[in-house]
């Protein structure tokens, strides 16, 4: 059964730094297209960044560039999100998603998700 289980959200201050996890089983990570989502209530899912599994090149949205940095272990089929400078906007719940076999990033749909984890940054 393919799984995405993510953690490492917490209570954190402006400025503050966390680092998210999502640990990957069910389907062949070498042929993955992984993504970070997060979500408001209220609000629209917002992408925040992806990357294709046999590649090195990832993307990130606007308003976390050169604040967050998604990164992977292919030995523990583990992906990251380590996310700096936090400010209250970023509060939501973070979801990594996936798509098996690979597609580009910009896909419009993805296939598995995980539950999420909740973030929230305070002033």
């Known amino acids: 059964e393919v799984q995405l289980v993510e953690s490492g959200g917490d209570l954190v201050q402006a400025g503050g730094s966390l680092l998210l996890s999502c640990a990957v089983s069910?389907?062949?990570?070498?042929?993955?297209?992984i993504a970070w989502f997060r979500q408001t209530p209220g609000k629209e899912r917002e992408g925040v960044s992806c990357?294709?599994?046999?590649?090195?090149?990832?993307w990130y949205a606007d308003s976390v560039k050169g604040r967050f940095t998604m990164s992977r272990d292919i030995n523990t089929n583990t992906v990251y999100l380590q996310m700096n400078n936090l400010k209250p906007e970023d509060t939501a719940v973070y979801s990594c998603?996936?798509?098996?076999?690979?597609?580009?990033?910009?896909?419009?749909?993805?296939?598995?998700w995980g539950q999420g984890t909740q973030v929230t940054v305070s002033s």
């Open positions: 998603a996936a798509n098996s076999p690979h597609t580009d990033c910009s896909a419009s749909v993805y296939r598995f």
């Open positions: 069910g389907f062949l990570f070498d042929d993955s297209t």
């Open positions: 990357f294709l599994a046999h590649d090195i090149r990832t």
